[in-house]
């Protein structure tokens, strides 16, 4: 993961997160209007854009998500959950190309079933990761239930990403390739991520992700009689020990796991 | 930022770091109780403070989103949490006093939480946000990079929105239809946008590099900060009514639930 740190050695890629960021920014606020839970989260077409972005620009997409996530939080819902929401989009932004290295050695250029499959496997674990980390820090802080929160952001990010990337990756990575901005063009050989203990990484994120849905939903299901999706909000329980404490092994594998990849 | 007020205030005037060190320490004191009567007291210091920065305008902007997100706090809270004195039951729905005031004390919470972001957005310049920032230690090229992201959404917010009325008038209707046809929709929406966007990153960063940009490493501003007697005393009263609460929180008031 050095090259997060190494790349900010390249005024290319700092232009590219910053251009990243706003587009985010300015493409999520005009949809704020509709939320799915009014003042936490709302439809959000503008999360193709971490998963394609990641695939063309590597590193800068993972910053720029987490920047844009922040910027639109300041036009008027910034608050402490705002630091998980920066965690969360930054791993959304992150894990896609450091995973699709590892599962292709092909352009991700979204043509073939093979390849199709493989893009939605890691549109789904970065919308799981990204799911369980907000869902865990905003129940660890007492504001929504995880059962709530964590699947709305899942089927959110997901259906978006999965409906979206594979024409917008088409026409855009091979324009992106010809200007020269693709990230393995402008990080030098010695920065890009290599290879040893990447695929247990992938495990490790894979179960953390993939594992922290199914048991944050099992606790709160189970323990705390949370219902799914909107129903955890008849039923469901936040700031709880049971989700904070039970979750910490999970969002220990995929801090752990994000690491290694 | 974006509803920054250009005014001048008791809040304009402290150092960017004490804002930000304020503003974190606002959202810790709002995470100490649990009872609304507690919270609410921490509300009014905190609508003080907006008096103080003269960010009422802005408040008017938001007090409807204040008053949805409060209320949906407080409906949750009470629907899904049980207490011991039961005011309410239908079916498997039922209200107690407990979680009434406690789903009252979140919305609050929440309240406070946002209304100390704006008091924070309306007394903040982009400049003085990454500066506090840069003098938090943050490096100057990612604090420069969250400046020049905030500096370029209203440009591709422009841009968004005259591609989204481009695609209208040529018959793009984005409202109708179910939701996988509504995603599919923006497909001639993101292309146009993102090419857009990325077409001048190489002309931005060679303008960047042959004004210097990355060639030294200890840089200096044109903007200048001094700590002032009012940036430690503000930093200190915060501390202290926080250390406050806490004792108080310890010995078993502002608590309607043991929980955060």
């Given amino acids: ?261 | 930022m974006f509803i920054y007020l250009d005014k001048e205030s008791l809040l304009h005037r402290l150092h960017p770091v004490t804002k930000i060190v304020g503003l974190l320490l606002l959202f810790i004191w709002a995470m100490v109780f649990n009872h609304p009567l507690y919270l609410s007291i921490i509300f009014v210091i905190v609508l003080f403070l907006s008096i103080l920065a003269k960010s009422l305008s802005n408040l008017k902007k938001f007090w409807i989103l204040l008053i949805i997100l409060a209320f949906f706090s407080t409906l949750l809270w009470s629907l899904f949490l049980r207490g011991p004195t039961r005011i309410f039951k239908l079916g498997f729905i039922q209200i107690s006093k407990e979680s009434l005031l406690y789903g009252l004390a979140m919305g609050i919470r929440i309240d406070t939480m946002i209304l100390s972001g704006i008091i924070f957005l309306s007394s903040t310049r982009t400049e003085d946000f990454t500066l506090g920032l840069s003098s938090l230690g943050l490096p100057f090229p990612v604090s420069f990079a969250l400046s020049l992201s905030f500096r370029l959404v209203p440009t591709f917010q422009a841009t968004t929105s005259t591609i989204i009325q481009a695609q209208k008038s040529r018959g793009l209707d984005l409202e109708s239809g179910h939701l996988l046809k509504r995603i599919k929709k923006h497909i001639p929406l993101f292309i146009p946008i993102l090419i857009h966007a990325i077409r001048n990153t190489d002309l931005l960063a060679m303008a960047l590099e042959s004004k210097g940009f990355g060639f030294k490493k200890r840089r200096t501003y044109y903007l200048h900060f001094r700590y002032k007697w009012q940036d430690w005393l503000s930093i200190a009263i915060l501390a202290g009514l926080i250390g406050l609460s806490f004792y108080l929180r310890l010995n078993g008031y502002g608590v309607i639930f043991r929980r955060i």
């Fill in chain 1, 1 to 261: 993961m050095k090259e997060l740190f190494t790349m900010w050695k390249h005024t290319r890629m700092v232009v590219l997160t910053a251009v990243i960021a706003s587009v985010y920014a300015a493409v999520l606020i005009p949809f704020k209007p509709i939320p799915i839970i009014p003042g936490f989260t709302e439809i959000r077409p503008a999360n193709v854009l971490p998963i394609i972005c990641s695939l063309m620009f590597g590193p800068a997409a993972a910053w720029g998500s987490a920047f844009g996530n922040l910027i639109g939080d300041f036009f008027g819902t910034l608050g402490l959950g705002s630091i998980f929401g920066f965690l969360g989009n930054f791993l959304y932004g992150f894990i896609p190309y450091k995973v699709w290295r590892i599962i292709s050695k092909e352009e991700p250029t979204i043509k073939g079933s093979k390849k199709l499959l493989k893009y939605i496997f890691l549109v789904f674990l970065a919308s799981s990761v990204c799911g369980v980390v907000i869902g865990w820090g905003v129940d660890l802080l007492g504001l929504v239930p995880f059962s709530a929160l964590a699947n709305i952001i899942t089927i959110n990010n997901f259906l978006v990403a999965s409906i979206l990337g594979p024409f917008l990756l088409i026409i855009l990575y091979p324009r992106i390739k010809r200007w020269g901005l693709l990230y393995s063009d402008i990080l030098e050989e010695r920065e890009l991520p290599r290879k040893n203990l990447r695929g247990l990484g992938l495990i490790l994120i894979s179960i953390g992700g993939l594992g922290g849905i199914v048991l944050g939903n099992l606790i709160s299901l189970g323990i705390y009689h949370s219902g799914f999706l909107g129903a955890g909000f008849i039923t469901g329980t936040t700031g709880s020990l049971g989700i904070a404490l039970g979750m910490v092994p999970v969002i220990f594998l995929i801090l752990i796991g994000s690491m290694l990849l």
